[in-house]
């Protein structure tokens, strides 16, 4: 008997181009051999309900397709389960962070056909208070902002938007003072952002964490110091090209459980969704969940000059 998948998708997400997919996408998992039945989310919350009920309906796969909101809430669906169905993604969004991490490809064609190939890869999961995520857990000023920018501007200009409205908002930013619990010890700090990463792609970075694996039980955490608004463009530049982890306005610690307190009010964000707010322990579910990937196992992405670089005669002017 072939295999059943549960194809969750977003209508809406990446122009509504998986709406226009979706015959095809549906033909060529029939065609590979995965019979396939769908479920088109309604609104905020309904793809983890989704996922929990393609749980209790027995399919042994469950495909993602949209953005990393999308991913989000079905990891969310599927985390407290005891059986968890295999994990396959179509990337269709307007973000998708940890697609271009496991070397997921854009092209839905592409994506359907690495499902089919059965290759599976055992990934962490992080886990903040009772929310999951699956490839970045942040706090602090600058996370704020992704709530910020309306939704036509990000389908227009992706990442490119949230960088321009970090730039606008950063003199008005305030620092956090934060107590952070971590495998290395207790310390305190006052820092413009946290973030936790499973993954190295991240908000459009794809070198944010270099060395973070998605399945060594760690998560990376990067906090960014209180700085002004010349030191972090030249951190932002530096972070496009990898190069900021020795920047001494970034302090990197590896750690596999992290407790944050603060007494200011700060925001949480999972995978660029709203995730509470403080005070926050995150955790990581060792290879909790099996995902369709690449046989070499590479959870690397060469990417060729997609980044928008901050102009020279720019970064200049503010640093006068």
């Known amino acids: ?99 271009r991490a496991m070397g997921i490809p854009r092209n839905y064609e592409a994506a359907c056909d690495l499902i089919l190939r059965k290759n599976t890869i055992p990934i962490d999961i992080g886990k903040v208070n009772q ?15 992704t709530y910020e920018v309306p939704s036509r501007l990000k389908t227009l200009l992706g990442q490119l938007a949230y960088y321009v409205k970090g730039l606008e908002k950063l003199p008005s930013l305030k620092p956090i003072k934060v107590n952070l619990e971590t495998d290395d010890g207790v310390l305190q700090e006052e820092i413009m952002l946290f973030l936790a990463a499973n993954s190295n792609s991240v908000g459009g970075f794809e070198k944010l964490a270099p060395d973070a694996s998605l399945n060594d039980g760690k998560l990376d955490l990067i906090l960014l110091r209180k700085c002004n608004l010349a030191e972090f463009i ?66 690397t992405y060469k990417t060729g000059s997609r980044h928008h670089a901050i102009p020279p005669r720019l970064l200049e002017e503010l640093e006068e």
């Open 1 to 99: 008997m072939g295999k059943r998948a549960r194809l969750i998708y977003n209508p809406t997400s990446g122009r509504e181009e998986m709406r226009r997919r979706l015959p095809d996408i549906l033909h060529r998992l029939e065609q590979g051999g995965l019979e396939t039945s769908t479920h088109a989310t309604k609104g905020e919350g309904d793809a983890v309900l989704a996922a929990q009920e393609a749980v209790r309906r027995g399919f042994d796969v469950v495909i993602a397709a949209g953005g990393d909101g999308t991913l989000n809430e079905v990891i969310n669906g599927l985390a407290e389960q005891p059986h968890r169905p295999q994990l396959g993604i179509l990337p269709l969004g307007t973000t998708n962070d940890f697609a």
């Open 131 to 145: 929310k999951y995520f699956i490839n970045i857990a942040g706090g602090g000023s600058l996370t704020e902002l």
């Open 234 to 299: 030249r951190i932002v530049t530096a972070a496009m090209r990898g190069d900021h982890m020795n920047d001494p306005n970034i302090r990197y610690i590896r750690t596999s459980k992290i407790n944050v307190t603060s007494s200011d009010y700060v925001q949480l964000n999972l995978d660029g969704e709203y995730g509470g707010t403080l005070p926050c322990e995150i955790s990581v579910l060792p290879s909790h969940l099996e995902i369709f990937a690449d046989e070499s196992g590479q959870f």
